[in-house]
């Protein structure tokens, strides 16, 4: 049974298995996703990062993740920031990183202490009169797509009062679920709580953070940068406008390396008693 190296990765409380495979494995990684992601039976974690060798030749490596339920994703922002710390330690150099995506090659530079600023592309506001009820209350929904669809909705109320999970389950179309953001407005500062679809309820999401930001600067008259704060912390968003890309800036840390045996269906193999 092979045995592969694996980091232990989080942004904002975001957290991550790492899995460098640029050897290629040929392991199943849906499969690996469920059984590593797994708290109880696994090691746990939001989701799986899965580095390959780029197919663009513009792009230094590729990236890949899956969320906890195998299911694959199209964009990470939290992630993207983990596998640059990555690589500027197995390289043993702090430089400008362009990672191919489901969605094109981002560009990742290093920053100081443990900070990353991330260039997420151009995102796609989807005007619309869309509503949706919260406590027996109209709200206005504001889809955003940086990459991976998202669904705003700006309250009032402590967001601590909202049902996010039965929120998501309204906003998903047509059997697609999509990443619901429940957000109040501090001042010029955003506070959000977010649903990943895939996973649940999550600390913290990079591209949630862009989406619930850029939100706000399209519909609420907010002046970007906006600070963005969210369980496991903060990250900052700058959005000069339509058509012009977003930068997320905020920390990533690599927390510990582990080897674990695992099957060719993707199965952690226990340790023998």
Not at 129 to 140: F, Y
Not at 164 to 183: C, H, K, P, Q
Not at 230 to 258: C, M, R, S, Y
Request: proline share 5%; glycine share 12%.
């Amino acid at each position: 049974m092979p045995t592969i190296a694996l980091t232990k990765c989080q942004g904002t409380g975001n957290d991550f298995m790492l899995f460098d495979d640029r050897a290629g494995s040929g392991l199943p990684y849906p499969a690996l996703a469920r059984n590593l992601c797994d708290r109880r039976f696994g090691v746990g974690a939001d989701g799986l990062l899965v580095l390959s060798v780029a197919g663009d030749a513009t792009a230094d490596l590729r990236m890949r993740i899956f969320n906890a339920d195998g299911s694959e994703a199209e964009m990470c922002g939290n992630g993207i920031r983990c596998v640059s710390h990555y690589v500027a330690r197995t390289s043993g150099k702090r430089s400008a990183l362009a990672i191919e995506t489901a969605k094109g090659v981002v560009r990742a530079e290093p920053q100081d202490e443990d900070m990353v600023r991330v260039a997420m592309g151009v995102p796609r506001v989807i005007a619309g009169d869309e509503r949706v009820e919260i406590g027996g209350q109209g709200r206005t929904v504001t889809r955003v797509n940086i990459g991976n669809p998202h669904a705003v909705v700006f309250v009032e109320e402590p967001l601590e009062s909202i049902d996010l999970t039965a929120l998501a389950r309204t906003l998903s179309r047509n059997g697609s679920e999509t990443n619901v953001e429940v957000a109040r407005m501090t001042g010029n500062d955003v506070e959000m709580r977010v649903y990943e679809r895939g996973v649940g309820e999550t600390w913290a999401c990079g591209t949630g953070a862009c989406a619930a930001a850029v939100a706000a600067v399209a519909h609420r008259e907010v002046r970007s940068p906006v600070k963005v704060a969210t369980k496991g912390g903060e990250v900052v968003v700058n959005w000069p406008g339509d058509g012009e890309p977003a930068h997320l800036t905020g920390p990533a840390q690599l927390l510990f390396d582990l080897q674990i045996e695992v099957g060719p269906d993707g199965r952690i193999i226990p340790t023998a008693p």
